[in-house]
């Protein structure tokens, strides 16, 4: 059987400002674990990057899945959407704060 996360709640942060010259933004998508019976969350990180066309240079915003800041983070078992939320903002916090 193929085991899947269902995507319960998509949460945008506001910028974080850590430095007076870098601001952080990140996206925390909480995931139901199917068939295991919780959540999960998933960290991203808004990052800017240029890619080449045949129309020249572009310059784009991407969130790209960050794995460095809670390294942990995708194996870190909740039992509520909420208490996942409460969490991750809590780790986030322990860790650039």
């Excluded at 784009?60 to 959407?81: A, R, W």
Aim: proline share 2%.
């Amino acid at each position: 059987m193929i085991k899947f996360g269902r995507i319960r709640e998509t949460v945008i942060l506001d910028p974080i400002e850590l430095s007076s010259r870098e601001v952080v933004c990140f996206k925390i998508e909480i995931l139901w674990k199917q068939g295991e019976g919780h959540y999960f969350a998933r960290l991203y990180r808004l990052e800017s990057c240029t890619t080449h066309s045949s129309n020249g240079e572009v310059s784009e915003k991407v969130y790209i899945h960050d794995t460095t800041t809670l390294p942990d983070l995708e194996n870190t078992k909740f039992y509520g959407t909420e208490s996942c939320l409460g969490g991750v903002l809590k780790m986030l916090e322990n860790r650039i704060i």
